[in-house]
């Protein structure tokens, strides 16, 4: 599978461009799938279900599944976060996998920026970063720049960069 990543500080627009470019991959014909890091805790389960019961009287993996979908909840309980190369190897295949955050990863990405955030570039400290997005020109050696807004240069981009 294709790997490609969006990064930036927080508010930077990560989770709406991540959004655009699901929507214009798939609108090409090109199946796409996600992973999100997420630096704080989290709950996809409500207290009083079933598969929230199941996950707190001790069992490491729920898998719910319904005819609309299935999840499968891994509960670490101590052990190490897994990579990005073990989340990876977790998803049925598909074209392109369109990463949000692993900033460390070694894997290509886009740098999401917004002025308001006030917060520098990452791209002059992170050499997987290929190309900058911005609000407001934001621009680092070589590095391919483009409007945060424009969704399709930026797919356009990714998908020369993978030979998609």
Known sequence: MKVWGVVGWKNAGKTGLMERLVAEFVRRGISVSTIK???????????GKDS?????AGASEVLLSSSGRWALMAELRGSEE????????KLTPVDLVLVE???????????AHRRETGASLLAP???????IASDCGAQHGELKAFELDDTVAIADFIAAELEL
């Open 37 to 47: 890091h997420a630096h704080h805790a989290f709950d996809v389960d409500q207290p």
């Open 52 to 56: 929230h019961r199941h996950r707190v």
């Open 82 to 89: 897994p990579g990005l190369e073990a989340l990876l190897a």
């Open 101 to 111: 955050g692993f900033k460390s990863s070694s894997h290509p990405k886009v740098e």
């Open 125 to 131: 400290d992170m050499p997987s970063v290929r190309a």
